[in-house]
């Protein structure tokens, strides 16, 4: 049994710890990127660098146990210790670019130490939502969670970088701009790390806890995998995930190189404004809304009726870029836009199916994840093709390699349906 001092509203507590969860992982998932290419990174070892910051939300899960042992009274303390610890790190990254000369895999290393301390904090955030509030509360709250989540990323990848763009014009330096920019953002996650210090509640728990090492902790979700490898139809569950998200993965990074790249090289030569715009805020837009749409979908219809709707939404997703670099290049902005948007409702709509594959394998742990990129089942599948995508783009060229991403759709059907996906994943919703 729970108790609580009711000091503050969910409606309150909520905004705070979910929106200074999603500022760091904006830096980390999508601006780290424009920063590795604009100090020096090309765009294979850009795309290398930007992979490898998913590898704490692929391990992040041999952390689960040991935060779940954790007495309820240390989360509130925990909590304020990681966004302590991302402020500080968000503001080295400010003095780092201001001061020194900047080598792209330093900015690296500030990035991995920032991706660990995100994925800790959403692991922390998760388990303290899932303790505070009923199954019932978190029905009532989770759009709320989700809102508050997708505006600030909206507000940290969108606007920001627009913003960063018109600093590089005043004062003539990336370097400068990007200072002035990541002091920003500190500055802002700053805000809700004071906020939480006051809303975020101490709780108590009348139970039995008992400290967990890191090495007992491992050995705990190893455990947990093994279960998960004696499953049914596992094999055939990872390889159909796998080629459902190939497309997505290649083009997580190489949409923005895209963008950036001359006319000469086949690109768009939009500028950072630009790609703040389309990307950063109506692409996270759409996204937010396809991730709504679809969650809707889903929880009304089942995996039944809507499955083959969503694997096509994801698969077909990169059919905007492809047209894009294959017609006469579009030098209106609300044209590609729309391109965008019409790529990214689609990513949100379909990336929804991967919660039936999650579900499947992880049970309810993953219930309150608002977006599946950071569950570690998806990231895994997604982790090796965004290493390599830059690669594979310079050696294609633009047009060539967003072709062969939307030919993996059929193929991806193919695949998904000899495994016989959809009947496995309905009769396991059905039996729970």
């Known amino acids: 049994m729970i108790s609580v001092r009711k000091r503050f509203s969910p409606w309150l507590w909520i905004p705070c710890l979910f929106a200074a969860e999603e500022i760091p992982s904006a830096v980390v998932v999508f601006v780290a990127l424009l920063m590795f290419l604009q100090f020096g990174a090309d765009e294979t070892m850009a795309s290398l660098f930007s992979g490898l910051l998913f590898l704490p939300w692929v391990l992040k899960s041999y952390f689960y146990t040991k935060v779940n042992m954790m007495k309820p009274q240390a989360f509130k303390r925990r909590i304020h210790l990681v966004e302590l610890l991302m402020f500080a790190c968000l503001m080295l990254i400010a003095i780092y670019l201001n001061d020194y000369r900047v080598e792209a895999w330093v900015l690296f290393l500030f990035m991995f130490v920032l991706s660990f301390l995100c994925a800790w904090h959403e692991l922390l955030s998760r388990l303290y939502y899932n303790r505070m509030l009923t199954p019932r509360e978190q029905r009532?709250?989770?759009?709320?969670?989700?809102?508050?989540?997708?505006?600030?990323?909206?507000?940290?990848?969108?606007?920001?970088?627009?913003?960063?763009?018109?600093?590089?014009?005043?004062?003539?330096?990336?370097?400068?701009?990007w200072a002035m920019e990541s002091s920003l953002v500190a500055g802002g996650f700053l805000v809700f790390c004071v906020l939480n210090v006051v809303v975020v509640q101490t709780f108590r728990h009348h139970g039995h806890y008992r400290r967990e090492t890191f090495a007992g902790a491992v050995q705990h979700e190893w455990r947990v995998v093994?279960?998960?490898?004696?499953?049914?139809?596992?094999?055939?569950?990872?390889?159909?995930?796998?080629?459902?998200?190939?497309?997505?993965?290649?083009?997580?990074?190489?949409?923005?190189?895209?963008?950036?790249?001359?006319?000469?090289?086949?690109?768009?030569?939009?500028?950072?404004?630009?790609?703040?715009?389309?990307?950063g805020t109506v692409g996270v837009i759409a996204f937010s809304v396809g991730l709504g749409v679809g969650r809707f979908w889903m929880n009304r219809y089942g995996v039944?009726?809507?499955?083959?709707?969503?694997?096509?939404?994801?698969?077909?997703?990169?059919?905007?870029?492809?047209?894009?670099?294959?017609?006469?290049?579009?030098?209106?902005?609300?044209?590609?836009?729309?391109?965008?948007?019409?790529?990214?409702?689609?990513?949100?709509?379909?990336?929804?199916?991967?919660?039936?594959?999650?579900?499947?394998?992880?049970?309810?742990?993953?219930?309150?994840?608002?977006n599946y990129l950071y569950v570690p089942l998806v990231a895994s599948a997604m982790f090796v093709p965004m290493m390599l995508s830059g690669w594979l783009s310079t050696l294609l060229g633009y047009s060539c390699f967003f072709s062969v991403c939307v030919a993996m759709a059929p193929v991806s059907w193919v695949i998904v349906k000899l495994c016989g996906m959809k009947k496995i994943l309905t009769i396991y919703e059905n039996n729970q």
């Not at 508050?148 to 003539?172: N, P």
């Not at 009726?305 to 694997?311: A, D, I, R, S």
């Open 140 to 177: 009532v709250y989770g759009n709320t969670k989700m809102i508050a989540s997708q505006v600030s990323l909206v507000m940290t990848y969108g606007l920001l970088i627009i913003v960063a763009g018109f600093f590089e014009v005043f004062f003539r330096s990336y370097q400068k701009a």
């Open 226 to 279: 093994e279960r998960i490898r004696q499953k049914p139809h596992v094999v055939k569950l990872l390889l159909s995930l796998f080629f459902l998200l190939l497309p997505q993965a290649l083009m997580f990074n190489t949409r923005v190189f895209f963008l950036l790249a001359s006319v000469d090289e086949g690109g768009l030569d939009c500028s950072v404004q630009e790609v703040g715009f389309a990307q």
């Open 304 to 370: 039944r009726k809507m499955f083959w709707g969503m694997v096509t939404a994801l698969t077909l997703s990169p059919l905007s870029y492809m047209l894009m670099s294959h017609v006469p290049q579009p030098d209106d902005l609300f044209l590609l836009c729309c391109m965008t948007f019409f790529a990214q409702i689609l990513f949100g709509i379909g990336l929804n199916v991967c919660g039936a594959f999650v579900r499947y394998t992880s049970g309810g742990r993953y219930r309150n994840t608002i």
